[in-house]
């Protein structure tokens, strides 16, 4: 199974330098069963771009495209006029959504494009469109079975939980912990998972002045990965004022309580295959900023805490745009500051150097008698020896 992440962000659209890493497009996360049939949970902006690709290769006997929404949000339905399979004429779209006070999916996504707010009606949408009302249910659709739960938000909204051979995937976006019958929902959901997608719009300190706005935290999200068992813990649904550099530095806090987390990224793609064990994260800008490149020779290092004066001796082996890994003989904490010199060797037309950074430990892991350090660059420079 795999997934691919076309919208990530919350309230509007946030295109922006600061936002470029992350993304700016609001909710969509695309599914590919095992057996290669489409199911779309949430149409955000970032439904649009999925449309374009879906537009490239349409068979000729049309697309099926089974859509979950988990409620009628803005941010969660305005791709939906912009989608360019729906105004295909060969194409199949099912939408599946809780009925909400009396009001069905038909009625809610109709009112998207009524006058005066959009030039033309859903009439000109010649794509087949069909609306189911699910509720708390489980659904045997293709090769995976799909399990609803309410969770907590104004108006209503529903979790999902994905079930295929190869692995389980969870979707918990705007819910607000705090009630015990929609937290026990989201554990049901998660429970086991091997990858659960969770609204962690604030930090802590935010939540405390946004109670009953209906999103959550990082710390809740670890909560409930802890408690339900999951493998990997996807942030989701981030707040549209948080930066790259916001969401860098508010992982690196996370990650010290649950390593196995992750930001939400367009364009990540992650294969959830239980044959392999671990799910497998792929982004676009990671594989550009963040592959380790091999040195000709290992360059010696000196790792040191700002601010303390004792060094501890180790190797660069490799360099990413990013930073690098070095394998060092103490723990070293995720958040740590530290100062990196690495001896630069003379060349033929230059003079040996000492180059100069400051970084950040982002990750920790043991590596048999010896501790892993992913360390994040900052550059300040170098000087000739």
Request: net charge negative; aromatic share 10%.
């Amino acid at each position: 199974m795999q997934l691919t992440f076309w919208g990530v962000r919350k309230s509007t659209p946030t295109p922006h330098p600061r936002t470029l890493k992350y993304g700016g497009n609001t909710p969509c996360v695309e599914i590919q069963t095992p057996e290669g049939h489409r199911i779309i949970f949430d149409c955000g902006t970032g439904l649009t771009h999925l449309g374009k690709q879906l537009s490239t290769a349409t068979p000729p006997e049309g697309l099926r495209l089974m859509v979950f929404l988990t409620h009628f949000h803005w941010d969660h339905i305005q791709g939906l006029p912009f989608f360019a399979p729906l105004y295909d004429a060969r194409n199949q779209v099912y939408f599946h959504c809780f009925e909400n006070q009396g009001m069905t999916g038909k009625d809610a996504l109709g009112g998207l494009m009524l006058n005066p707010y959009f030039p033309v009606d859903m009439t000109v949408m010649k794509g087949q469109k069909n609306f189911y009302t699910v509720g708390e249910e489980t659904l045997q659709l293709f090769d995976v079975e799909i399990t609803s739960r309410h969770v907590n938000h104004p108006q209503g909204c529903l979790g999902f939980r994905v079930r295929a051979e190869t692995g389980v995937f969870v979707y918990v976006t705007d819910h607000e912990h705090g009630v015990p019958q929609f937290d026990q929902n989201v554990r049901l959901l998660a429970e086991g998972a091997d990858v659960l997608v969770y609204d962690a719009q604030y930090t802590p300190a935010e939540y405390r002045s946004h109670v009953g706005w209906g999103h959550s935290t990082w710390e809740e999200g670890i909560s409930v990965a802890r408690d339900a068992g999951v493998r990997d813990l996807v942030l989701f649904h981030h707040d549209p004022d948080h930066s790259d550099l916001f969401l860098d530095k508010m992982l690196i806090q996370a990650r010290a309580y649950f390593p196995q987390l992750h930001g939400a990224m367009e364009g990540t793609q992650v294969n959830i295959d239980r044959v392999r064990q671990v799910p497998t994260f792929k982004s676009g800008i990671e594989q550009r900023y963040c592959q380790r490149v091999p040195l000709p020779q290992p360059l010696a290092v000196r790792l040191r805490r700002v601010g303390q004066p004792e060094t501890e001796q180790t190797e660069l082996q490799d360099l990413s745009l990013d930073g690098s890994f070095f394998l060092v003989d103490h723990e070293w904490d995720i958040g740590t500051e530290l100062e990196v010199e690495v001896d630069v060797p003379a060349g033929p037309d230059r003079p040996a150097s000492v180059l100069r950074v400051r970084g950040t430990v982002a990750r920790s892991e043991k590596q048999q008698e010896k501790t892993g350090i992913g360390v994040t660059f900052r550059a300040r420079g170098a000087g000739n020896q």
